[in-house]
């Protein structure tokens, strides 16, 4: 509060519209300063008081308010008693506490208006003490902004590190305009509303212009706070929207690679990095080093470069948070970078090498050609040796090497496709990135944050590894580019491991790339069942949601098939006790009838052609990749549930991505929704 009264006369310029005269922003001033004051004033006096007490605290206060304000009439535990219903009304249960407002009124025989009249005015210029301005929802909104005020305040007095008070501001004022703001290229917004948000409005103006003393000269911004329908909002636009931006683009969470929003998303893309050659020398050994700084937002970060068998950029701190900071700069200048802790000591280092350098944006690659021109004139590296290194920053590298590198192998003759990290900002960014690609945690993948000297991971699935291939082939615009270049990427590293993971990898993803690729209708097929071949052909076929009288829902696809010409959509043939049946033959359909139609007046054996019909059905599981041991030969077809995954059938229901329960034998296949 003794802050903000100092700083008041200097944000006030800020307060209301340009055109507002002095007298309107003065008022609009002292408005905000005094709900500051309101909220100082109950959290103080709440102080060491759990809810119920404070609760009694407060009726105290309006009982006391209610026997001044009805003369005396309304006193003792009356007063008390309107005092509690005036707080229930307060907090939103009205009816309840318009039946003990009536209820008063007649008891202690003050008129209904009168005694309305004092709630009302209480509910006016009391209301905080009513509605509580001291609870958690209220004071919620000062917190953040009075320890980004403190933490200013000392980096301003040497007392906080100038880039770490950067950042962290950064990083919750962007989080809190994601929650209640806007964020464009000519417009960056935060709206605060409620009670007392007039005071909190204040206390971010206060941030914001210690903010901007600690700003380089060409990053200082004004913002403007603009009251509509008492909501407040904190405005910068144009020149000033596109400095705050700068800051923003390298503080929020979405440069460490925390998903944010799309907003923010895209302007730590757009980010635009400064980066300077510093001083070159020798090392002891013999080794030439440099400096080298990169700078965004007013927060910079100085590296080492060391130029031995290959030029490589490195950062080594005691200090996590700045390494973080080190990596997060990395990453705004196009180089993916991993903080990794050294051995079991208390530090932490960056380091990438030229490859992953090449990699980077222009300015990056340009001032590290700059450090190794000089090496090479003052005679510390071989003219030769530098070209090849020259070659790849110069003409830059367009490669994946910003991607995590995934491991891919066989575990137990399982294809296992998992990435491994103990930085908790990498595994999140793999996750975000898996989202984008149209991936779902749990269905498709798999992920855990690092724990202690745990590495966190994400592991993508079988259904997973085969739904981003079928995106890849079946996926539109950049959700198709990123699957393809998942898969390619992810057949290179099981090539690497071996000809058994790359074959087994490449099974899933043609399987997953086959789906909705083929018809049902028209699938032919040719089975081999013993000594003879049986020619399946899908004549037609479809999908429909049913519904089981126990509510369970089920998809159920039907296929007519013939086999070796034999067309079949009919009940499975089969003994009945007591007499014998007419059953179906090679010349017969299902419903009696001949070859051309005509009515089948003839007998035969039952037996032999039971035999037929169970060969050919069978044919049809084989055919359809049923899953299920299915009387053959001699006995009757009696089958009641099969697995299916043939790619046609799947293609005949292509929301359905997984194996389906078939129910015969109708033919019928049915599985769960």
């Known amino acids: 509060m003794k802050k903000v009264k100092e700083l008041a006369d200097e944000v006030e310029p800020w307060i209301g519209s340009e055109e507002a005269s002095d007298a309107e922003r003065e008022g609009l001033a002292m408005r905000m300063l005094g709900e500051l004051a309101l909220l100082t004033h109950f959290a103080e006096a709440r102080r060491g008081k759990d809810d119920g007490e404070w609760r009694e605290e407060r009726v105290k206060g309006l009982a006391r308010a209610v026997e001044a304000l009805s ?44 005694v309305w009249s004092v709630v009302e005015f209480i509910l006016g210029d009391m209301y905080c003490l009513a509605r509580d301005c001291a609870r958690d929802a209220v004071v919620r909104k000062f917190v953040e902004p009075s320890l980004e005020l403190i933490m200013l305040d000392k980096a301003l007095r040497g007392k906080f590190s100038r880039e770490e008070a950067l950042l962290y501001f950064g990083e919750m004022y962007a989080t809190a305009i994601a929650g209640d703001g806007h964020v464009g290229s000519k417009r960056v917004e935060l709206t605060i509303g409620g009670e007392l948000g007039g005071g909190a409005a204040l206390l971010r103006l206060a941030t914001l212009h210690l903010l901007n003393r600690l700003m380089p000269d060409e990053l200082k911004f004004n913002v403007r706070i603009h009251v509509v329908r008492d909501t407040y909002r904190i405005a910068a636009r144009g020149d000033n929207a596109a400095r705050l931006i700068r800051l923003l683009a390298v503080s929020a969470p979405s440069a460490s690679g925390e998903r944010l929003s799309d907003k923010f998303d895209e302007f730590v893309e757009a980010a635009k990095v400064e980066v300077r050659p510093g001083d070159i020398w020798l090392t002891d050994r013999g080794h030439v080093a440099a400096d080298l700084t990169i700078s965004e937002g007013g927060i910079a970060v100085k590296y080492n470069v060391y130029v031995r068998n290959t030029v490589v950029l490195q950062f080594v701190s005691t200090d996590r948070n700045h390494a973080e900071l080190a990596a997060r700069l990395l990453r705004l200048a196009g180089v993916g970078a991993e903080v990794k802790k050294v051995g079991g000591r208390d530090k932490w280092r960056i380091e990438v090498s030229t490859d992953v350098l090449a990699a980077g944006r222009e300015e990056l690659r340009k001032a590290l050609a700059e450090i190794v021109k000089r090496a090479v004139e003052n005679g510390w590296v071989d003219a030769g ?51 984008k690609m149209g991936l779902e945690e749990g269905k498709h993948f798999t992920a855990k944050m690092p724990e202690e000297d745990r590495d966190g991971y994400v592991s993508i699935l079988k259904e997973g590894l085969a739904y981003v291939a079928w995106l890849s082939i079946h996926g539109s615009g950049e959700q198709q580019r990123l699957a393809a270049d998942f898969v390619n990427y992810i057949l290179q590293r099981a090539k690497r491991a071996g000809e058994e993971v790359y074959e087994k990898v490449r099974e899933i993803i043609e399987e997953g790339k086959a789906r909705g690729s083929l018809t049902l209708k028209g699938f032919e097929k040719k089975v081999e069942m013993g000594s003879k071949q049986y020619v399946v052909k899908v004549i037609d076929g479809g999908a429909e949601p049913v519904e089981k009288q126990d509510g369970k829902k089920l998809l159920r696809i039907k296929i007519t098939a013939g086999v070796d010409g ?28 001949g070859a051309g139609g005509v009515p089948h007046e003839g007998r035969q054996d039952n037996d032999s052609v039971l035999r037929g019909a169970s060969q050919r059905l069978y044919a049809l599981y084989r055919a359809c990749r049923c899953h299920r041991e299915v009387a053959q030969g001699d006995g009757p077809v009696n089958a009641s549930r ?25 033919q019928q296949a049915a599985m769960p929704v």
């Open 385 to 435: 040796r530098a070209e090849g290194w020259l070659e790849k920053l110069e003409k830059g590298r367009v490669l994946k090497e910003g991607r995590p590198k995934y491991y891919v192998g066989l575990k137990e003759g399982a294809v296992v496709v998992r990435f491994a990290s103990p930085n908790p900002a990498s595994i999140e960014r793999e996750v975000q990135r898996l989202n």
């Open 642 to 666: 099969v697995y299916v995954s043939s790619s046609a059938v799947v293609a005949a229901v292509q929301a359905v991505e997984r194996w389906w329960v078939c129910m015969l034998p109708l």
């Open 566 to 593: 034999v067309p079949w959509r009919g009940p499975t043939p089969r003994r009945q006790r007591g007499r014998r049946r007419e059953a179906l033959s090679a010349d017969k359909g299902p419903y009696g009838e």
């Open 71 to 114: 003369g005396g009439r309304i006193a003792g535990n009356h007063a008390e008693e309107l005092a509690r219903a005036i707080i229930y009304y307060a907090e939103g249960y009205k009816k309840e506490a318009e039946r003990r407002i009536k209820s008063l009124a007649e008891k202690v025989g003050v008129s209904r208006e009168d």
